[in-house]
């Protein structure tokens, strides 16, 4: 590809893409492609102090809250990118579950009445 954008001007690119074996197509996505992929240092660098902050509490819809407030130019999926990047993630939170008996209290016991003698005198 930059052999055929350095003599562009010598043959056509028709040409040289035949020869190459590359599409016309595949050639102008190259050009048009964009430069620079990586995150931004100043949204990861924000994203960071804030994440850290929060005691590394918060997700990214806190995060994205706090790049909403600031008026920085990021979208979601840009914050998104930077927060993979910098592998920040927020802490799930535990599901609450309820303690339904205490065995290991001092309060009476109710009797078994049954005494535990299970002897059915028929199937069900």
């Known amino acids: 590809m930059k052999f055929m954008k350095s003599n562009c001007l010598e043959h056509s690119i028709g040409s040289m893409a035949r020869v190459l074996g590359v599409s016309r197509s595949g050639y102008y996505?190259?050009?048009n492609r964009h430069k620079d992929r990586s995150?931004?240092?100043?949204?990861t660098n924000?994203?960071?102090e804030k994440w850290l902050k929060s005691r590394k509490n918060y997700g990214f819809k806190r995060l994205f809250q706090e790049v909403k407030k600031s008026n920085l130019p990021y979208g979601a999926r840009k914050v998104r990118?930077?927060?993979?990047?910098?592998?920040?993630?927020?802490k799930q939170r535990k599901q609450f579950r309820p303690l339904t008996t205490n065995s290991k209290h001092g309060g009476r016991i109710a009797p078994d009445?049954?005494?535990r003698k299970f002897h059915p005198n028929e199937q069900n």
Do not use: D, N, R, T
């Open 29 to 31: 996505k190259y050009l």
């Open 39 to 43: 995150v931004a240092p100043e949204l």
């Open 46 to 48: 924000f994203l960071q």
């Open 81 to 90: 990118k930077a927060m993979k990047h910098c592998k920040i993630s927020g």
């Open 113 to 115: 009445l049954v005494q």
